[in-house]
Structure formats: C-alpha cells, structure tokens
C-alpha cells in the first residue's frame, strides 16, 4: 500500500493531517465484517471541534476488498455455528491474517489490499444507502402496557410531560425565548437488558401520536469510514423532516467520555461521532430518547444536554406477576397447574424481556408434544425461564468466551 510521501495539510487550519490506523469500517448487513487499522489521515484541531474531515487512504482498495470478503463469506459453509461468524479484519501491515472469536470457520489469510477485486462504490452510491431503509413507523405500544414500579412509571411521565405541553411551556408561557436548547427535549433511558426501554420509547412516541425514528447505533456505523457522522446526520435530519421522535438505542458507544488521546485509543472515528451527536443535540427542536445499559463513563456534555434520566430496574415480584400474565396470549393452551404467584417468585431476578422469551420457549416445549399434552404447562415455564437466566448468568459471571464489555450495565 502505498501511502502520501508528505501529509496533506488541512484546509481549515492548515496544519499537517495526522496518519492513523483506527479507522473502522464494518459491513453490517451481512456478515458482522469489521475492519480496523484502514489508515486515514485526520487533522485533530477539527476533530477536537467535533468536525470530521478525515480521509481515508485508499478507500478504493479497502472498500473493494471488504465487498470480495463478503462475497467470499457468501459461499461459504460455517458448520455447527447457529451465527453467522463475526469477522474482524486487521490492516496493520504485521497482522494480516482474518481474526475468528471462535477459533473456527475462516482461517484464511488475507493478501495485500491492493489485489482486492471490484471497485468501490463512487459517492453517489453511498449517498444513495445512507441511512437506506430507516423510515419513521407507526409505534405499537401504548404506556398501558408498560408494567413498572410506581417511582419509574411518575418519572416517565414527568418527562413526558414536558413533550406534551411543549407548546403550552415553550410558546404560551414564553420559556422559549430563555431555553438555550429550542425546543429539543433529550432524556435518557438507562437500565439492565429487557427491562421496556425501547417498549417505553414507542409508548411515549404513540402518547404523542408521532411516529417513531428507531436507530440503533450498529445501523449508524457505516461501511465506509467517515460515514457515520454523516449518518447521525441523516438521522436528526430525517426526525426533523418527519416530526417523528427520534429514539438512538445501544446509545452507550455515542454517549461515553470521548478518548483523549487518539492515537493510542481504539477509534477516532468514535470521538467524531460523540462529538458530531453533541452538535445535532445542540441544534435539533424535536424530541429524542436514548436508551443504554451502560450508565458508567458518560460525557458529562451529554449529562448535561439531558432533561432527565429514568433508570429502568428489573421487575419486582409483583410487577413480574403482571408480566408473566400480560405476555400469555389468549389463545395459547395452558395447563390447569399453571400458577403465575409461583412463577413470579420463581423467576427473581428476570427481566420482562427474559419473561417474554421464556413464554416462546415453554410453547415451543409444548409444541413439541402431541395430542392431550400439547399445552404449557407450569413445568415447562419454569424450565424455560430457569434455561434463560442460567444463560444470562453465565454471560455476566464471564464464563462465555464473549467480551464482557457488551454485558456490563450498572
Ligand atoms: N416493564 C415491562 N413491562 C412490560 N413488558 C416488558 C417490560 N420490560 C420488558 N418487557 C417485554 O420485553 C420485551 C423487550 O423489552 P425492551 O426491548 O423494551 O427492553 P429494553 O430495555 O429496550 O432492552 P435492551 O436494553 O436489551 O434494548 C418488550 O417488548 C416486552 O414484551
Ligand atoms: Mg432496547
């Protein structure tokens, strides 16, 4: 690979641009493809104004090279995985050979990028996939829905509030003319895996009567580098456009400290899109909800532009009662011994989402029996959720082989 013999300068500060290797892209739509170490150069004065004007070496080659990956990842077998494999692709001159979490599958190694097949999509194309395919829906629940300890539930719809007597507070009683922020109201959801964070943002989308703007930040993150800041973009854009709430879940990558020094941190790209967020926050009217496990290490900017956090908690044993009822639907069998008393203190320590997927898994147990015995019974509820929370404590006990950082939320 050949890089510039004398860095570019930048055009704003006119200073020398930095060469890096944290660039990151990752083609997400297929196989979990990442690629680090795609050299870039950066000028950090922008980076530090949250403005991103990296470019990238060579996109050409690094972007073709990541197409024929998947294309070679397309018409490949991976016996005895139920997931398609997680691949992670180092350009690092010394590294150079596919990476595999589980030890199997692709063993490959990789040749120079320069012998990389098609050619890179031309900007156009890229500006065409933008944020392709993420449109405002209709929300599905309603708040009425949403089983939670009274504390929480008053919270909610404290903040709540705030959006729905937007104009009453902003332009009747005239709060608008002193609010720095406009008329954006920001809060935060933050609490445990499955706990109705996201069933909560929907419920408040439809208590408005908008639609929905649900991004994730793994849809944010673009195959190309430099798109993800472009992407957040779009996606304040689009809510601003539609008048749709804007709801960002998995927040905690956009919402943590941003890294001080760049070169030896994972990603500079992460810095530009904490910052980039931080300046559509600043500018944007309209509603927008984040949602996180992680409440560790968060920027103090972003504390800062939030009107109020709502921890979620895992269900207590009355709220876990209700829920265990609210998610049998009317038409699946259910045995005579079925006892949701004995179920909710049973399952200490499940979330809502836990409790969801265990009813799906004791009907599958039953599905699997014929005649009179095809029906739930209290039996296979209770194995499907003890199944699930063994899981789960594994995972958080570290004895996976995963990376525990993902599992972390309090
Ligand atoms: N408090 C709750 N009340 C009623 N149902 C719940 C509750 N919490 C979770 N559920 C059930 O679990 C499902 C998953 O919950 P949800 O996706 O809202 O959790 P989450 O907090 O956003 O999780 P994650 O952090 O993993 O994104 C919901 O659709 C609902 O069926
Ligand atoms: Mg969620």
């Not at 060469?19 to 922008?46: M, R, T």
């Not at 030890?103 to 944020?131: F, N």
């Not at 973009?233 to 905690?252: H, P, S, V, Y």
């Not at 200490?348 to 005649?371: F, P, W």
Request: contains cysteine.
């Amino acid at each position: 690979m050949s890089l510039l013999r004398k860095p570019p300068l930048c055009p704003v500060h006119g200073c020398e641009l930095v060469l890096s290797h944290h660039g990151k892209k990752s083609n997400l739509g297929h196989y979990f493809v990442e690629v680090v170490g795609a050299p870039l150069l950066y000028c950090p004065l922008c980076l530090e104004k949250g403005k991103d004007t990296s470019v990238e070496i060579e996109p050409a080659a690094s972007n073709a090279f990541l197409k024929r990956l998947v294309q070679v990842l397309e018409s490949s077998e991976f016996p005895g995985l139920l997931n398609k494999p997680k691949i992670r692709v180092d350009f690092n001159p010394s590294k150079t050979a596919l990476e595999h979490p589980y030890g199997r599958g692709v063993t490959t190694s990789v040749g120079p990028i320069a012998q990389a097949g098609p050619a890179a999509p031309t900007s156009d194309e890229a500006e065409e996939t933008r944020l392709d395919g993420i449109e405002p829906v209709e929300p599905r629940h309603t708040l009425n829905q949403l089983i939670l300890d009274q504390d929480t539930l008053e919270r909610i719809r404290e903040a709540t509030n705030v959006l729905v007597s937007q104009d009453l507070i902003y332009a009747t009683w005239g709060l608008c003319s002193v609010a720095r922020t406009g008329r954006r109201v920001a809060l935060n959801f933050y609490g445990p895996p499955g706990t109705g964070k996201t069933l909560a943002a929907d419920a408040i989308a439809d208590l408005l009567g908008k639609k929905i703007l649900r991004i994730s930040y793994a849809e944010l993150e673009s195959k190309y580098v430099g798109e993800t800041p472009k992407n957040i973009k779009a996606a304040f854009a689009k809510a601003t456009e539609t008048g749709a709430l804007l709801f960002f879940d998995e927040a905690d990558s956009i919402l943590g400290k941003r890294l001080v020094n760049v070169a030896q941190s994972a990603d500079n790209s992460i810095n530009v899109a904490r910052s980039t967020t931080l300046i559509e926050l600043d500018n944007f009217n309209g509603a927008v909800i984040f949602a996180s496990n992680l409440v560790k290490n968060y920027d103090t900017a972003f504390l800062r532009r939030m009107l109020a956090h709502v921890e979620f908690r895992l269900p207590a044993t009355d709220q876990r009662e209700k829920i265990w009822r609210c998610h049998i639907p009317r038409q699946l069998p259910l045995a005579d011994d079925v006892d949701f008393e004995v179920l909710a203190l049973y399952s200490e320590g499940a979330a809502g989402g836990d409790i969801q997927n265990a009813v799906l898994l004791a009907a599958s147990y039953a599905s699997m029996r014929l005649g009179a015995e095809q029906l739930v019974m209290l039996a296979d509820l209770k194995r499907a959720i003890a199944f699930l929370l063994d899981g789960k404590r594994k995972i958080l006990e570290g004895d996976h082989g995963l990376d525990d950082r993902k599992y972390q939320w309090s």
